[in-house]
């Protein structure tokens, strides 16, 4: 028999988990409901990469499983086909232009070259990320004039340039022009 230090306490109390189980209950009551059970053994112990693997794999609930309100707006637990919205048109009251949609491998230069074949180019800037000086994809022309301005919009917006459809707008002025830095 143990003595009551090695059950780990001198309380007298249990220290495990659960109430403890009765041994009134007979065998026959325990192989009625595991008759079909093979004998239980603890799971095996998954090692990180199983376990990495296993937060990321997508398991499928079943129907029963899903929360009561869609997850998605149109209640039919299917996400809409998501459309191009049209991008903001801004009109041309200053020489400065707004360029979007570039490719990511588009330079100054090649901005400056583009917009030097509709007018007098004063500046062109791509918008970078601060901390990776990647483009940002979209960036600002300066023009000589702002006739020059509108008709680099209607001769370069929507045309393809290095694999994309450029977005050619007037930039909009004001306190929001700084805001594009960061």
Do not use: C
């Given at each position: 028999?143990?003595s009551?230090d090695?059950?780990?306490?001198g309380?007298?109390r249990r220290?495990?988990?659960?109430?403890?189980?009765?041994?009134?209950?007979?065998?026959?009551d325990?192989?009625d409901?595991n008759?079909?059970?093979a004998?239980?053994r603890?799971?095996?112990?998954?090692s990180f990469?199983?376990k990495?693997?296993g937060?990321?794999?997508s398991d499928?609930k079943?129907a029963?499983?899903?929360?009561?309100?869609?997850?998605?707006p149109?209640?039919?637990?299917r996400?809409?086909?998501?459309?191009?919205r049209?991008?903001e048109?801004?009109?041309?009251?200053s020489?400065k232009?707004?360029?979007?949609n570039?490719?990511?491998?588009?330079?100054?230069?090649?901005?400056h070259?583009?917009f030097?074949?509709?007018?007098?180019v004063q500046?062109a800037?791509?918008v970078?990320?601060?901390?990776?000086?990647k483009?940002?994809g979209?960036?600002?022309?300066m023009?000589?004039?702002?006739?020059?301005?509108?008709?680099?919009?209607t001769?370069?917006?929507d045309?393809?340039?290095?694999g994309?459809?450029?977005?050619?707008n007037?930039?909009?002025?004001?306190?929001?022009?700084?805001?594009?830095r960061?």
């Amino acid at each position: 028999m143990r003595s009551q230090d090695s059950r780990g306490g001198g309380n007298g109390r249990r220290q495990g988990r659960g109430p403890r189980r009765s041994s009134s209950r007979s065998n026959g009551d325990r192989n009625d409901r595991n008759e079909a059970r093979a004998p239980q053994r603890p799971p095996a112990k998954k090692s990180f990469w199983q376990k990495l693997v296993g937060f990321f794999k997508s398991d499928a609930k079943p129907a029963a499983a899903r929360p009561a309100y869609p997850a998605y707006p149109n209640s039919n637990g299917r996400p809409e086909p998501r459309t191009a919205r049209p991008p903001e048109t801004v009109e041309v009251t200053s020489p400065k232009l707004y360029i979007g949609n570039l490719s990511y491998d588009t330079t100054e230069n090649d901005l400056h070259e583009l917009f030097n074949g509709v007018g007098k180019v004063q500046s062109a800037e791509i918008v970078t990320h601060k901390d990776t000086d990647k483009s940002k994809g979209f960036g600002f022309v300066m023009m000589a004039t702002v006739d020059e301005a509108k008709r680099a919009v209607t001769e370069l917006h929507d045309k393809p340039f290095m694999g994309r459809k450029l977005v050619v707008n007037g930039a909009k002025t004001g306190e929001r022009e700084t805001n594009y830095r960061g």
